[in-house]
């Protein structure tokens, strides 16, 4: 049993290198991500430094989505070209009415 434990050391640690490198390059082989709508929702603060660098991160003053509003979006509604934001509060009742929805489905 003792001489099998250097094997399975050295196998973890080979999956280990391995898995993360095969991860990385299944995803950059030009196939769209899973999660790439389109509609982009980032959870952002209401004070002055977040919308300062969203700003510089987006190229554009970040727009506020409610819950609602969130919920409303078609398929058929176009792109935003910039991700929009929702309060943390905002992101609670999404997620809830999410968990909800699914829940009674």
Known sequence: MRAFTPLIG?????????????LASAGDNGQP????????????GTDAAT????????????????????????ASDPAWSTPRCMTEREH??????????AAVR
């Not at 991500?33 to 952002?44: E, L």
């Open 10 to 22: 050295i196998a973890a640690a080979a999956a280990a290198a391995i898995l993360p490198a095969g």
């Open 33 to 44: 991500s899973a999660r790439t709508n389109g509609r982009a929702v980032m959870i952002c």
């Open 51 to 74: 919308r300062r660098a969203f700003t510089r991160e987006h190229g554009a003053a970040p727009i506020f989505v409610t819950a609602r509003q969130a919920l409303s979006v078609r």
């Open 92 to 101: 609670a009742r999404y997620r809830d009415a999410a968990t909800t929805f």
